[in-house]
């Protein structure tokens, strides 16, 4: 590949995988449907979840 830099092929994410937070997330908003991502991040921090509103709004808004 011409012109692209060899740091971007190697690019590998360091985010955390979130399977757990994610399938807690599905639970909460399965047995709460009419919560939106604010009352849900509520619910997350009482359970003990170190979650930002931010993050459970893209986790609760992902189309996949």
Known sequence: ??????????YKSRRPMQEALR??????AA?????GYRRLT???RREGWHVNAK?????????N
Not at 23 to 28: F, I, K, Q, S, V
Not at 55 to 63: A, C, D, F, P
């Open 1 to 10: 590949m011409v012109g692209v830099p060899r740091t971007t092929l190697r």
């Open 23 to 28: 399938t807690r997330l599905r639970e909460l």
């Open 31 to 35: 047995t709460h449907v009419r919560y």
């Open 42 to 44: 509520v619910l997350l």
């Open 55 to 63: 993050r459970v709004y893209r986790l609760t808004n992902r189309r």
